[in-house]
Structures are given as C-alpha cells and as structure tokens.
C-alpha cells in the first residue's frame, strides 16, 4: 500500500469539532478584498490578545499545545534572542480569523520566514480555515518576498493544497515537495472495536509480547496526567524525567543515530523544559511500562482537548527481544478509549505503523515562497530547530 494512503474525508480530517460545521472551501468564495491584516512585533501587545489567541485555538481543526500561547513563551525563551517575531491577526468582515506566527531570522545569507518549529513540534496557523491566513499572510508580504528574503515552511499539514492555493492566489512564486507523513490513529469508539481493526499480524505480536514480558515478572501500566484548578498548578516531579532519560540513555542504537534528540544540545534542552512546562499547564500526557519498579519504555505526548501528539519516545534496548514499544501504545491506546480521547498523533513514522493500527497518514509538505526560492533535497535543513527528533525505526520503537 502507499504511504500517502488517507481516509477520514480525504484528510478534510473528521474531529471532535465537526459540530462546527468547519469549512475547508472558502476559497471558492474569494473575497479578498474583506482582509484585513495587522502585524504584531513583540510578545507584550502578543500577551494582550490571549483572549482572542484562546477562542481561535478552540475553532482549529486538530489542535496541539505546539499551538498555544503558553507553548510560544517558551519557545521564545530558547530561541528568541536571536529571531524577529512577526505575528499576523487576520480580519474578514470585521471579524478575527486567524493568526499566524512566524519567526523572521538569518540564514545562509538570507533573510527567512518560517514558522516556529523544534523538531516535530510546529505552530500551525489557529483559525477555522487557514486558506484565508496564508492568503492574508500572502498579500502582506509579497513585496518583500525577494531573492534574499523567502517563507519557508517545513513539514506544513496541507493535504488539500490550501495554503499553495492561498500563496499562489496572493500572485507568490512558490514552490512545494513532499516533506514527510505524520500518523494518526482516532479513537471514536470503544477499544474492543478499535482492536478488532488492526493488522492481525499485529494483534499477534502483542499477544505474545505480553505473554513473553509477564515472564519477566510483575509488570505496571502508569499514566500521568496532571490536572490543573484556577486555584492550583500541578508540581513536576523531576524523577519522570530522570526515568525517561535513562531508558533513552541506554538505548545506544538510538543514541547513534544524526537525529536523536539527545545529540542536539538545544532540542534537548527544549525537551527538558517542555515536559514540566506542559504539566504545569496541565498538557503533559505520560505513559510508563514497568517490570516490577523499573521503567523500561515511556511515551510523552501533549494534550488539548482529547488530541494527543507524541513528542518522545524510548524503549530500554536491555529489553530489546521485546516489542516493547508496541506493548505501550497498546496499552495507552486501551487507556485513551477508556478516558475519552480522541485522537493520537504518533508524529512521522513509517507508514506500516499507521496502516497496521488501521490509521490515517497525513501528508506533510516543504513550501518555499518567494522569488528565487527553492526547497531542500532532504527534510532535515542545516538548522538543527528544523530536524525531526529521533525518529522511531519501524522495527526499534516502531509502534
């Protein structure tokens, strides 16, 4: 089968919102000349509008904490000393649209607008429709869009072409290849339903992982997912992270490998901060499997409103004639179904997983605008903060 296979509305993508009636067609109805747009240079007027950045989070399709206002602070803490930030409120009709956040910073002797990214981790444009955004986006800056001056935009959802036909229709050179795919897996429905679905080689596999780790000894599914009141902010406990960072630490295959997130000093020191930063914002969703007290594979996600998007993964390679990866996320996709979650991100692995686990792939794209401009031969540019993280191999951490 393809990688590019998709389902659910041909990645219209069904979710939790479609209550809303969201439409992905607006461009037939092109009335640019109701835009309006308003730029905004610096994070204090930005922190005046958390309002109006909430209420947009809350009409985005799939939303992520990548897309949250907390989740920019402190990316800007990491890495704002030296970008511009250049935010863009978009109006249609009197009425606020969408946002886009870019971060404007040298690179090989040009000037580059892109959208704040640390490996897997994007902020996406908020608003019902991001047709309208890029269009806006697209009409501001096409004087200034020259042969030293692009938008470069890695590894962008835009499986129905919106944002080309936005930058095209704003009269953009632009230039667009295939990225990498991200998999989804939905959980609408009870778990015995979601399980009778998958790959029965699949089913297989975990059968007999879980007969062959009950071996081992007595083994723990724990699930850590904070809670926070107007009145309380869930602590951090450090030695969660001390745990995942062992079992990552020993996993020398891993380690090896260009892209892991603990070769790159400041994807990892993101990495440190995200975890508690999330829990903090109640956030962070982390599954642990134990044998007796040992943590011996974790899964840490982010989590708004029941979507859930992986951004670390680890498995022990003492245990590695386990499958143990795949033990975990059937262990964490049973536990989701039970609290309601709607969907898993598992972020760009290799297609088998979402195909076996009957998910949908999304196509990711490189979109590059602007005169002169041209796209990358290979996913990973020269700045790490472009690079996805320790990608899991379809036969280490592959589920």
Known sequence: MSSSFFTLDELGLRSDEDSQSICLCAEDDDDRGSLSVFEINDLATLAELQPLWSDLLHKTLRPAFCQTWEWLQLYWTHFGERQRLRVFCVERNGDTIGLTVLIEQQTHGRRELTLPN???EMLWPLGVNPYWSWLAVGNQLQTELTRKHSLDLRGLPDPQDRTLVALNAAGLSVRSQSWTSTSLLRLDGDFADLWSRVAPPLRNVVELGEQRLATLGPTNFVRFRPQTTSHTHPQFPDELYQDCLTIALNDEQQLARADSVLNAPERHQFLRDLLPWAWQHAAADLCLLLVGSRPVAFRFHTLVRGHLRTVWTGV????????????????TLRD?????????DLGPTHADVARDWNGTQ??????VAGAGSTCSPTP?????SHCAPNLPSHKGLGY
């Open 362 to 367: 999304l196509p990711l794209r490189h979109i």
């Open 316 to 331: 022990d390679a003492e245990f590695r004639q386990l499958p143990l990866a795949t033990l975990l996320l059937h262990r």
């Open 380 to 384: 990973c540019g020269s700045d790490d």
């Open 118 to 120: 640390v490996g897997v």
């Open 336 to 344: 989701s179904a039970q609290r309601g979650d709607v969907e898993l």
